[in-house]
RNA sequence: GGGCGGUUAGCUCAGUGGUAGAGCACUACGUUGACAUCGUAGGGGUCACUAGUUCGAACCUAGUACCGCCCACCA
């Protein structure tokens, strides 16, 4: 017996469990099958799950066990990502709280102390997927700090040396001063700040009283100023262009340079040159081969390039100070606020400073070129398309990457350097030693570098690492390209591009992946992005709680549109939470009408009643809507067919409409036993890559045994045999003809409780037939007493209604308003009247008549036909109502 | 500055050329032997605006307004 509700709190973890040890997720199973392969996004070793996650991981897993059922051989790899700056900073943030200094550690120590809170804490979030549903193989789950995964980032960084696309430069780099570490231009966040424009005046030597002007938003940078930038046109300046200035505060004499950098409406028109601070500045500074001098050190505090005073000061505190001590000076001409954008580092937070230092970089635009014909030819596709130019635009404008971070945590640049500072790249020490053996022609101590590479240059591997790459293992082989990638557009920069580039250049050519679905951003349910700091955050492991694992997933499914963020907000997940009820409640009906032990072989064809082989035709055409939406990643069209289809159609008018049989037993109700049990069934199967437990629970339970789980089941597909359009046609009149009664009743307020007769005119021998064989059904959805033919003139004070080629009246002991159901009746016939005259007309035009398609025109014809009929029987009404009085 | 997306019922959103839809909310009524996490019925929309293309436009084109996101080295 089924319990009054699903106990989701505890049958959905044995469920899982039960899953899990029967094997159902291990790929491999199916050697004959074709592979269907979808790649975790790895997580955060540091992940919480988050509702970005769970609709992440739900859209996978629908396409997961979609694919299971439909018989390929499934393997969706999950794993997670060692996050290098996220994971040191929980780390380090641990041992501060036991005072503990990372530093005094030592590298390895800190490394071990990272390994051991991966062992203890890391991971968590594979939990909270289980409890999601998440079909995952966790038998090959990844991290790529594993040994395999570090045999793949050395062999990718020692091959791309060799070929000459990583190399070593000194240049301007992203520097966290908060990290002390490079960063990529991707981990910078353009925030727009409230600042000012100071214009300082720099005096112009040999001429007393003279001043050039310059405007600044960072006048600390004034200390590392070499020069004065003026447009080599702006007549104000000419004569000043070669000219030296005096550098104040600093004494440092400076020179008055053209270049096409400055722009003479801006500001003074004169701009100054701090070439070892700004990215900029420093492009000019090459041009006019003018001097770098850093002011900064590693935290951003001046060092000893600047005069005594400052030295060792926060740059903000300098900052202040300068200002105050040009004012004093009289050099500071004024002070403009302005809005402008400063660069943050997304993970520390603090300004970005523009440092000049040796880093390690990738010449991605190289590697770019292969990833963007495969997209262009189509090998690999973005769904939605648009996103196809987000990725053209920032492939085709790529910049060297820098890929090295001062950190301890993460795999570490295989690159040794020799005593003059020559470097050998070998995937290991003795490797290396043997090249610096050959080049020095003798022994020479070499010292490893002690960097660490970018977390993305190892996550961008994924594809390929995690099934077993460099080695030629049978999993690479036969998964290796994956067919789906599904993820957030934020992510398509930092590792759908480097995935591509990657996997172009280490595959063979061979594409990562045959397409990638974009997915929408979760927002809060005022369309605000989730933050912790916002305090807005939804918790998908409370909705879980709260509502069930299969609500929250068929919500977020039914959310996903293409091209639109998410809203999230308890009230959806209320919603299909009641639709699980629904569905449960329909079974217990099954099962309380004995349709549970029925005969699970049933062939749908040898169904001989209309309304059996009506629901059956139905369901089909609801299976194939599901899978033609799954195949298009429409998935709010899937989740909208299965519900509409089980709510509306089989709760709402199946079950309805077989009750009778039931309630009588009569023989009739053997077949239909069979066919409400066989599309229970293909409920559950379409239901379950949406609502898994519930669905599994249930079909554990409708049978005395089932061959396979349902997560093992096979998928219905299509099958027109199965369809019977006049079967169709004779249900959806009944239904019709139900509704309108009830409207009917409803409108002319008939206490629902009443039971009346109908007595019926000008039926055509189908719809005689039809009445017949529905009287029972018709009787005890629209409330009647009995069904008779009228003969001579309808009774006085008869409602009526009109469908199809008849009129029903529904006499009522004399209780009628006339003047309402004059009324009621006068509505219909305008109604009908505008859309006779709308649609004539439309006929009437001969551009249409001649320029449309025949289906259309059909159609229209075929709607004229019908709502004429129907007005005229309703004007007949209306003329007996009439001539009562 | 460049690019992308949005504007449809009170709310959240589907709907990409053929008579405007769903869920929630709202109103009325609840007869029934799966279900009140429910049933039946109902109200509610110049599809942001303007101009085009078309026999026909929520949908295509151009523009306008407002909102959001991404990218960008401008002092």
């Known amino acids: 017996m089924l319990e009054k509700t699903f106990d989701f709190t505890t049958r959905e973890k044995e469920i899982y469990d039960h899953w899990d040890d029967s094997g159902a997720f291990k790929c491999g199973q199916r050697p004959n099958a074709d592979p269907f392969t979808i790649i975790l996004p790895p997580p955060n070793v540091t992940g919480n799950l988050h509702i970005g996650h769970a609709l992440n991981h739900t859209l996978q897993d629908v396409l997961i066990r979609w694919h299971r059922m439909r018989g390929r051989d499934v393997l969706w790899q999950p794993g997670m990502d060692h996050a290098g700056i996220a994971t040191q900073m929980v780390v380090e943030r641990q041992l501060d709280e036991g005072n503990i200094r990372r530093h005094d550690m030592g590298r390895q120590g800190f490394i071990d102390r990272v390994w051991e809170w991966k062992e203890e804490s890391g991971g968590m979030i594979f939990n909270q997927m289980r409890r999601l549903g998440q079909s995952c193989d966790w038998s090959r789950q990844k991290f790529t700090m594993d040994d395999g995964f570090a045999t793949a980032v050395l062999k990718k960084f020692v091959d791309l040396y060799n070929d000459g696309l990583i190399f070593r430069a000194k240049r301007l780099v992203n520097w966290d001063p908060h990290f002390c570490t490079a960063i990529s231009d991707l981990e910078v966040e353009q925030r727009e700040v409230n600042g000012n424009y100071w214009h300082f005046k720099y005096p112009v030597g040999g001429e007393e009283g003279r001043f050039l002007t310059v405007a600044t938003t960072r006048p600390e940078t004034m ?178 990457w820098c890929v090295s971070r001062q950190l301890w945590w993460g795999h570490q640049i295989p690159a040794w350097y020799g005593p003059d500072g020559e470097i050998f790249v070998a995937e290991n020490e003795t490797d290396a030693q043997k090249l610096a053996d050959v080049h020095y022609g003798e022994i020479k101590e070499i010292v490893r570098d002690e960097d660490v590479l970018d977390t993305w240059f190892s996550s961008a591997l994924w594809p390929n690492a995690t099934l077993g790459w460099p080695e030629k293992t049978p999993e690479l082989e036969r998964y290796y390209k994956s067919d789906v990638l599904v993820t957030g557009f934020d992510i398509i920069f930092f ?17 990562p992946f045959e397409t990638v679905y974009v997915h929408a951003l979760v927002r809060d349910e005022n369309g605000a992005k989730m933050s912790k700091s916002k305090g807005n955050v939804i918790d998908p492991l409370e909705l879980a709680d709260k509502y069930g694992a299969d609500a929250l997933r068929i919500t977020l499914a039914a959310m996903e549109a293409q091209g639109r963020d998410i809203k999230m907000s308890d009230k959806r997940v209320e919603g299909y939470r009641n639709f699980g009820t629904k569905l449960w409640n329909a079974a217990k009906f099954c099962e309380m009408n004995d349709c549970f032990s029925s005969d699970r072989d049933f062939n749908p064809q040898s169904a001989n009643q209309t309304i059996n082989k009506w629901i059956i035709g139905e369901a089909e055409k609801a299976a194939a809507l599901v899978t033609k939406s799954l195949e298009a990643f429409r998935y709010n069209d899937a989740a909208a067919a299965v519900y509409q289809f089980t709510w509306g159609t089989f709760c709402d008018w199946y079950i309805e409409l077989i009750k009778p049989q039931f309630f009588d037993n009569a023989e009739e109700a053997k077949e239909t036993r ?134 029903y009246y529904l006499p009522l002991s004399g209780v009628i308003d006339i003047e309402a159901e004059k009324a009621r009746l006068a509505k219909s016939l305008e109604k009908l009247e505008k859309e006779i005259a709308s649609v004539a007309g439309r006929l009437a035009n001969e551009n249409f008549v001649s320029k449309a398609h025949p289906q259309v025109i059909e159609d229209n014809k075929q709607g004229l036909e019908e709502a004429k009929a129907k007005a005229e029987k309703t004007k007949e009404a209306l003329q007996r109502l009439a001539s009562m009085n």
């Not at 007549?235 to 340079?257: C, H």
């Not at 997209?375 to 085709?396: A, D, I, L, N």
């Not at 590792?495 to 594409?511: I, K, N, Q």
């Open 495 to 511: 590792w759908v591009a480097r995935m591509m580039m990657d996997g172009l250049y280490f595959m063979d050519g061979e594409v």
């Open 223 to 400: 200390l590392g100023d070499v020069a004065v930038a003026v447009h080599p046109d702006d007549d104000r300046y000419k004569d000043l262009i070669g000219k030296t200035l005096t550098l104040p505060l600093v004494g440092r004499k400076m020179i008055v340079v053209a270049d096409e950098h400055a722009d003479p409406e801006k500001g003074s028109g004169a701009v100054k040159i701090t070439p070892a601070h700004d990215f900029d500045d420093h492009q000019v500074g090459k041009r006019h081969d003018l001097e770098n001098i850093n002011i900064f050190d590693e935290h951003a505090r001046l060092n000893d390039n600047v005069p005594a005073k400052y030295r060792g000061m926060d740059r903000f505190e300098a900052r202040k100070l300068i200002v105050a001590d040009m004012d004093a000076l009289g050099l500071l001409d004024k002070v403009e606020p302005t809005v402008h954008m400063v660069p943050y580092g997304d993970r520390s937070g603090v300004v970005i400073e523009p440092w000049l230092t040796d880093q390690w970089y990738v010449d991605a635009e190289t590697l770019a070129k292969p990833a963007i014909e495969a997209v262009e030819k189509g090998k690999t596709k973005f769904v939605p398309k648009t996103w196809e130019k987000t990725y053209f635009e920032w492939m085709r404008n790529i910049e060297p």
């Open 674 to 807: 069979k066919t409400a049990a066989w599309v229970m069934d293909m409920i559950l199967k379409m239901l379950h890559p949406f609502m898994p437990f519930v669905t599994e629970e249930l079909w554990q339970n409708s049978a005395d045994k089932r061959e396979t789980d349902l997560i093992l089941a096979t998928w219905p597909e299509y099958d027109a045999n199965n369809v019977d359009e006049n079967a169709a046609n004779e249900i959806n009149w009944l239904i019709q003809l139900i509704s309108d009664i009830r409207t009917a009743r409803a409108e002319m307020n008939v206490p629902a409780a009443a039971k009346v007769n109908m007595l019926v005119s000008g039926a055509d021998d189908i719809t005689k037939e039809a009445l017949k064989a529905q009287n029972d059904v018709l009787c005890r959805l629209a409330r009647l007493e009995d069904i008779a033919t009228l003969a001579g003139d309808p009774p006085r004070g008869a409602i009526s209604v009109v469908v199809g080629e008849a009129t």
